[in-house]
């Protein structure tokens, strides 16, 4: 069991670091100092047409790492959500 859970951890906090790296391509990179919150809300202000995406994000990835038990099938919606991050955005 807590193999799984780990294995779920990292492959969250790998996915929520491949959503930072597409931020930083549109010209938002993350301190290394700063947390998921304050993280999105700098990003959301600085690109407003993708603020509900950026949030929502964020705020997913706080429940899947720091939740006991997340929903069942967060992690697969959360994977097409950050996936699909970008896709739409015109820089």
Known sequence: MQLRTRSRVDRVKALYEYFCRKIARLGVPRDPCEGPLDFA???????????NRIRQIADTYILLRYAPQPASGMLDRFAKEVNAFGARTRH
Request: proline share 9%; charged share 25%.
């Open 41 to 51: 809300r700098r990003a959301a202000q600085s690109l407003p047409n993708e603020s």
